[in-house]
T-cell receptor, first 110, second 116 residues
Framework: GQQLNQSPQSMFIQEGEDVSMNCTSS?????WLWYKQDPGEGPVLLIA?????ELTSNGRLTAQFGITRKDSFLNISASIPSDVGIYFC??????????FGAGTTVTVRA | GAGVSQTPSNKVTEKGKYVELRCDPI?????LYWYRQSLGQGPEFLIY????????DSGLPNDRFFAVRPEGSVSTLKIQRTERGDSAVYLC??????????????FGQGTRLTVV
C-alpha cells in the first residue's frame, strides 16, 4: 500500500495545551481522514477532508488538507484528559481503499 | 444493530488450526471491508465487498485467507492453518456505498486473534 509517515510517533499532553500532529506521503491523495482509536476499540472517524487546501473543524479539532495533496495536519486545542488515545491519519486515492499511518500515541503528562 | 459488530472479541488458537471471524455490518450498508492491524501499526486493507461479491481481495496476504459475504450482509473471514504471524486485530468496517462516493466507513471493535 501507500506509505504514510505520521509524526510525532508519541506525545505527552498537559490539560489545556494545544497539540499538533501531521502526516506526509510520497503519493497524492484525494481524501484525507483522521481517526482516533481507544484501547480495545476500532478507529472512530474525527474529520474527513476532500479538497486540497480545505480546513475543517470538529469542536476542538481542526484538520487541513495540504495544497500539494501529500500532507495533512490535525490540531487539538485546549486538550482534555479524554483526548488520550492513538490518532491515525488515512489517505484515499480514487477508490475505497484506505492507507493508514502508524499512529500518534497521545498520553497525559504526569 | 447500531454499529458494526464483530465476534468473537478475542480468539486464541493453536498454530495450524482453522478460525472464522464474523462481522455484522450496519444495516443497509452495501460495502464491507476487512482490515488487519498489527501491534503498533495502522490498519492494513485486506478485502472489500460490494454486496455479495469481493470487489477487491488484493490485500489478502496468501491463499490461507478467504472471506465470504453470501447474502450481502454478514461477512466471515476464514483463516486456514493459522501461523503465529497471523496474530493481530482484525477490523471490519462498513459504509453505505462503496467506490469513490465519499461515504466513509464505520469500524467495528475488532477481533483480537492470538495464535500460540
Amino acid at each position: 500500500g501507500q506509505q504514510l509517515n505520521q509524526s510525532p510517533q508519541s506525545m505527552f499532553i498537559q490539560e489545556g495545551e494545544d497539540v499538533s500532529m501531521n502526516c506526509t506521503s510520497s503519493s497524492i491523495f484525494n481524501t484525507w481522514l483522521w481517526y482516533k482509536q481507544d484501547p480495545g476499540e476500532g478507529p472512530v472517524l474525527l474529520i474527513a477532508l476532500y479538497k486540497a487546501g480545505e480546513l475543517t473543524s470538529n469542536g476542538r479539532l481542526t484538520a487541513q488538507f495540504g495544497i500539494t495533496r501529500k500532507d495533512s495536519f490535525l490540531n487539538i486545542s485546549a486538550s482534555i484528559p479524554s483526548d488520550v488515545g492513538i490518532y491515525f491519519c488515512a489517505g484515499r486515492i480514487n477508490d475505497y481503499k484506505l492507507s493508514f499511518g502508524a499512529g500518534t500515541t497521545v498520553t497525559v503528562r504526569a | 444493530g447500531a454499529g458494526v459488530s464483530q465476534t468473537p472479541s478475542n480468539k486464541v488458537t493453536e498454530k495450524g488450526k482453522y478460525v472464522e471471524l464474523r462481522c455484522d455490518p450496519i444495516s443497509g450498508h452495501t460495502a464491507l471491508y476487512w482490515y488487519r492491524q498489527s501491534l503498533g501499526q495502522g490498519p492494513e486493507f485486506l478485502i472489500y465487498f460490494q454486496g455479495t461479491g469481493a470487489a477487491d481481495d488484493s490485500g489478502l496476504p496468501n491463499d490461507r485467507f478467504f472471506a465470504v459475504r453470501p447474502e450481502g450482509s454478514v461477512s466471515t473471514l476464514k483463516i486456514q492453518r493459522t501461523e503465529r504471524g497471523d496474530s493481530a486485530v482484525y477490523l471490519c468496517a462498513s459504509s453505505l456505498y462503496g467506490g469513490n462516493t465519499n461515504t466513509e466507513a464505520f469500524f467495528g471493535q475488532g477481533t483480537r486473534l492470538t495464535v500460540v
